[in-house]
Each structure stands twice: as structure tokens, then as C-alpha cells.
């Protein structure tokens, strides 16, 4: 029979060590790919065949109230050794890729590097390391619990959900202050071009006006003489009053 809670299983790891890789940039490649393969493997197994990386067997189950819901968890089971062991070894990786990643990437410095840092080991490395120390209690008997990765799950999705949320933001604030350069760039440009329309305005008037100004000064200084010329004040030589 199937075991379909191995898929949300397997993504998880998957999920968490691709995000880790992509948010964090400093993870080991090789690690990574190791774990995949591991986990992929566990999931292959437990999956589509009878056998199971956990048990050999299952003697018997047992019924118990959690949040006043009836639950059925393991009684009695045969261990299956090296293969619960191997098991265990992915888990222990995917603590180890985590951590070194982590580490890391602290190590770079700066406050957006160690934020990340602590997100990683606070929201995924510690409910992670929580649930495999549970987990293996109630694997190897010592706990009479059900199974459950919700611990792990919930402090993953937090994280992830937080911090893409937080990209998002970032990426939609940079995109309205780009929008706002364009803008102020754009009104730059417009008072530019009305800068040098007025500029060449002014040139195309200075010159007419400053011809003017000067055929009425010499008019003035023709006037003011004890016997002004009038005939060369209203038609004066082109060479001499030329606009």
C-alpha cells in the first residue's frame, strides 16, 4: 500500500534545501545534490514498494486522543536496522547543509546577510533538528505519540512565506521608485527643452532690439546737436542705420 505522506515529505526537503540554496547563495552544491538523492531515494521506497526505510513490521497499532480527536499511532514494530540508519543520515544532512549555509553566509557580514542567517537557523534549522529528535522518539518507541512534521512544516512555511513576502515588497517599493526617477527625469528633460527654447528666443530678440537701441541713440545724439540733421535722422544711410 502506498504511503501518500511521503510526498509533502519529500518536497519538503526538497523545498526547504532549494530555498535555502536560492536565498541564502553560500550552500555546498555536492551536499545539496547528496540529499536529493538520499531523499528521493526514501521516497522511491516507501512509496511504491512494501518495503520501508522505518520498519520491517508493524505488530500492532494503538488509539489515542489528541485535541480530543482520535488518533491511531504505532504499538509494537520491528526496526529495519541500516535502513532506519541511512534514513536518519539524510536527515542529519539536510541539519548539516542548513548550518553551513548559514554559517556561511553569516560570515559575510552585514545586516541583510545576518538577518538571513538567523531566519534560516531560528525558522527552518531549529524546527527541523525539533522534529527529527521527536520524530525518532516515537521511531524508536521511547514517545507514544503520533507521527507529525508539523513543527518542521509550520516554521518553514513561516519563514519562506515571510521572507518571499518580503522580497515581493522590496522588488514592488523599488519598481515605484524607479517609476518616480523616470518621472522626475522626464520633468528634468521638459525644463531642459524650455531653457533652451528661451534661450534662443532671447538671442532672436536681443539682436533686433539691440540694433534698435542703437539707431535711437544715435538718433538722440543727432538731436541734441545745435543744428540737427533731420533728413538723416528719418532716412538715414543703410550702411549707417541698418536693423
Request: aromatic share 10%.
Given at each position: 500500500?502506498?504511503d501518500?505522506l511521503?510526498?509533502?515529505?519529500?518536497?519538503?526537503?526538497v523545498?526547504?534545501?532549494?530555498f535555502t540554496?536560492?536565498?541564502?547563495?553560500?550552500?555546498r552544491?555536492?551536499?545539496?545534490?547528496?540529499?536529493?538523492?538520499?531523499?528521493s531515494?526514501i521516497?522511491?521506497?516507501?512509496?511504491f514498494?512494501y518495503?520501508?526505510f522505518n520498519?520491517?513490521?508493524i505488530?500492532s497499532?494503538?488509539?489515542?486522543?489528541?485535541?480530543g480527536?482520535?488518533?491511531t499511532i504505532?504499538g509494537?514494530?520491528?526496526?529495519?536496522g541500516?535502513?532506519?540508519l541511512?534514513?536518519?543520515?539524510?536527515l542529519f544532512?539536510?541539519?548539516?547543509?542548513?548550518i553551513?549555509a548559514?554559517?556561511?553566509?553569516?560570515r559575510k557580514?552585514?545586516p541583510?546577510?545576518?538577518?538571513k542567517?538567523?531566519?534560516?537557523?531560528l525558522?527552518?534549522?531549529l524546527?527541523?533538528?525539533?522534529?527529527?529528535?521527536?520524530?525518532?522518539?516515537?521511531v524508536?518507541?521511547v514517545?507514544?505519540?503520533?507521527?507529525s512534521?508539523?513543527?518542521?512544516?509550520?516554521?518553514?512555511?513561516?519563514?519562506m512565506?515571510?521572507?518571499?513576502?518580503?522580497?515581493v515588497i522590496?522588488?514592488?517599493?523599488a519598481q515605484l521608485e524607479?517609476i518616480e526617477l523616470?518621472?522626475q527625469l522626464?520633468?528634468?528633460?521638459?525644463?531642459?527643452?524650455?531653457?533652451?527654447?528661451?534661450s534662443?528666443l532671447a538671442?532672436?530678440?536681443?539682436?533686433?532690439?539691440?540694433?534698435?537701441?542703437?539707431?535711437?541713440?544715435?538718433?538722440?545724439?543727432e538731436?541734441e546737436?545745435e543744428?540737427?540733421d533731420?533728413?538723416a535722422?528719418?532716412?538715414?544711410p543703410?550702411a549707417?542705420f541698418?536693423?
Amino acid at each position: 500500500m502506498a504511503d501518500w505522506l511521503q510526498v509533502p515529505v519529500c518536497l519538503g526537503f526538497v523545498a526547504v534545501v532549494l530555498f535555502t540554496h536560492s536565498y541564502l547563495g553560500t550552500g555546498r552544491v555536492w551536499l545539496l545534490w547528496t540529499i536529493i538523492f538520499m531523499r528521493s531515494a526514501i521516497f522511491v521506497v516507501n512509496l511504491f514498494s512494501y518495503l520501508s526505510f522505518n520498519f520491517s513490521s508493524i505488530d500492532s497499532v494503538r488509539r489515542i486522543t489528541v485535541l480530543g480527536e482520535e488518533v491511531t499511532i504505532i504499538g509494537t514494530a520491528v526496526l529495519r536496522g541500516y535502513w532506519q540508519l541511512f534514513a536518519l543520515a539524510s536527515l542529519f544532512l539536510v541539519m548539516a547543509y542548513l548550518i553551513d549555509a548559514a554559517v556561511r553566509r553569516w560570515r559575510k557580514g552585514g545586516p541583510d546577510s545576518r538577518r538571513k542567517a538567523l531566519a534560516v537557523n531560528l525558522g527552518i534549522s531549529l524546527p527541523l533538528l525539533t522534529t527529527i529528535i521527536y520524530a525518532n522518539l516515537v521511531v524508536y518507541g521511547v514517545v507514544r505519540a503520533p507521527l507529525s512534521n508539523l513543527i518542521w512544516f509550520l516554521g518553514a512555511l513561516l519563514v519562506m512565506a515571510y521572507e518571499l513576502g518580503r522580497d515581493v515588497i522590496a522588488k514592488r517599493r523599488a519598481q515605484l521608485e524607479l517609476i518616480e526617477l523616470r518621472e522626475q527625469l522626464a520633468q528634468a528633460e521638459r525644463v531642459s527643452v524650455l531653457g533652451q527654447l528661451a534661450s534662443a528666443l532671447a538671442h532672436e530678440l536681443i539682436q533686433p532690439l539691440t540694433a534698435t537701441k542703437a539707431n535711437v541713440d544715435a538718433g538722440r545724439m543727432e538731436l541734441e546737436k545745435e543744428e540737427p540733421d533731420l533728413a538723416a535722422i528719418w532716412k538715414p544711410p543703410a550702411a549707417r542705420f541698418c536693423l
